[in-house]
């Protein structure tokens, strides 16, 4: 149980174009999924926390208008990265707390994007 | 803003002894403590929680919990090298209790 599945697992594109990346809790119902960005032998880090039918909430540096995230239903979140840039270029990785869970996070396997 | 500490190492132990990795934290209100075991290029997965100080036991690994000083700590018995992973140490501290990560200790398992 409390499986999570992310698409693309991983992403080539151009500058400039933008990128969508589903998060989605397979056998369980989510009121919270986070999106985490992972850059190579670094921690991960917390870019911003999506809950259902509300707008997310955006950690400090992280720019709402570049990284827009939708979090239509209680399975699904998406994050899309607006005019990637080669700098974007990172793991992101999505996680999800099951409803009634308590604070446990479940991971996705995570999305390479590389931005040429 | 709330740190994780973490050695990032590498910390090299044989193959059958016991691993022993190290997490001090800096918000003296957190209450909820995660051990995750990353492989490289892959996501992290959740190996204990812990939230009473003590130890807890699952299997070959332990997490133990100290508020008063800080620290939370992973043993793992019997090392095997399948072992060999980042482990990171996590807590709630990031906007509606995103998980504010260690850097991550590198444990490599000798043969």
């Known amino acids: 149980g409390a499986v999570v599945s992310q698409h693309p697992s991983w992403v080539i594109c151009k500058s400039g174009t933008s990128v969508k990346i589903e998060c989605r809790s397979l056998d369980f119902q989510a009121t919270t999924m986070f999106w985490y960005r992972q850059f190579p032998k670094q921690s991960l880090m917390l870019m911003a926390t999506s809950n259902e039918g509300s707008k997310a909430t955006y950690e400090q540096g992280v720019e709402k208008d570049k990284f827009l995230i939708n979090h239509a239903s209680l399975t699904l979140s998406t994050l899309t990265v607006t005019s990637a840039h080669p700098e974007d270029s990172s793991f992101y990785i999505c996680?999800?707390?099951?409803?009634?869970?308590?604070?446990?996070?479940?991971f996705g396997p995570g999305t390479r994007l590389t931005v040429l | 803003q709330k740190e994780v500490e973490q050695n990032s190492g590498p910390l090299s132990v044989p193959e059958g002894a016991i691993a022993s990795l190290n997490c001090t934290y800096s918000?003296?209100?957190?209450?909820?403590f995660f051990w995750y075991r990353q492989y490289s290029g892959k996501s992290p997965e959740l190996i204990m929680s812990?939230?009473?100080?003590g130890d807890k036991e699952d299997g070959r690994f332990t997490a133990q919990l100290n508020k008063a000083s800080q620290y939370v700590s992973l043993l793992i018995r019997d090392s095997q090298p399948s072992d060999s992973a980042t482990y990171l140490c996590a807590s709630p501290g990031g906007g509606a209790d995103g998980l504010t990560f260690g850097k991550g200790t590198h444990l490599i398992i000798q043969p």
């Open positions: 812990i939230y009473s100080n």
């Open positions: 918000d003296r209100v957190s209450q909820s």
């Open positions: 996680s999800a707390r099951m409803v009634g869970g308590g604070d446990t996070q479940y």
